[in-house]
């Protein structure tokens, strides 16, 4: 089991909120068709032609395409970051979906996510805080899951299901609909307490 950082913005576009709640991530690099089964040299050729890439440039882009589709292997753990926070979950394998592989989405190759935790920035191991502050859209952590830290964690925590997803959305936003009355009450201190709420939930 590798570990793999991975930045949410494919082809410029932040993804975040797609990757978490449709459980997928993607890269770029649209125009280059179904990579499924394709090696690194074909890669190469791909990108080459459509988007005219050379030396440096052309090698850091074939790094990044081929580690997602060839060097990431199902069963493999996935982190992505947003603010202080840092999501980690376990990957599916390579598939292509030909509706997005345009200018405007640039999200066609995907691999899908079974999103397990979240954890603090600031709780995880600095080899790993490092992975997620490298810049590349993707990178391989080079030490061992045990290194990590995240093998124990991983173990621990069971899977979040659909079903339980399902669960807990729809008792947020109960607990929305409680808050939303709370602020319509007379009283002044309760209305105080509901606002201090929502302001916690909403910066959590």
């Known amino acids: 089991m590798k570990i793999f950082q991975m930045k949410t913005k494919p082809h410029g576009n932040e993804r975040f909120r797609e990757f978490i709640g449709e459980k997928f991530v993607c890269i770029g690099w649209p125009g280059i068709g179904d990579l499924t089964q394709v090696s690194k040299d074909e890669i190469r050729d791909r990108l080459e032609k459509e988007y005219n890439k050379t030396g440096h440039k052309l090698g850091n882009a074939l790094g990044q395409v081929n580690t997602f589709v060839n ?3 199902t069963g493999d753990v996935v982190i992505i970051a947003e603010k ?3 999501y980690y979950g376990i990957v599916g394998d ?3 979906e030909p509706q997005y592989d345009n200018e405007q989405d640039g999200m066609c190759h995907r691999r899908s996510v079974e999103w397990i935790d979240r954890i603090q920035f600031s709780n995880l191991e600095g080899s790993i805080q490092r992975l997620i ?8 952590y080079p030490e061992s899951i045990e290194e990590s830290g995240l093998d124990e964690i991983i173990r621990k925590k069971p899977v979040i299901s659909k079903e339980n997803s399902t669960m807990l959305d729809n008792l947020f936003n109960e607990a929305l609909k409680v808050l ?5 009450s007379t ?3 309760r209305r105080l307490k509901a606002a201090t709420e929502f302001l916690r939930l909403k910066n959590s």
């Open 71 to 73: 060097t990431m292997k």
């Open 84 to 86: 202080d926070w840092a």
């Open 94 to 96: 390579y598939t292509y």
């Open 133 to 140: 502050n490298n810049r590349n859209t993707i990178c391989e």
């Open 180 to 184: 939303e009355e709370e602020l319509k």
């Open 187 to 189: 009283d002044p201190d």
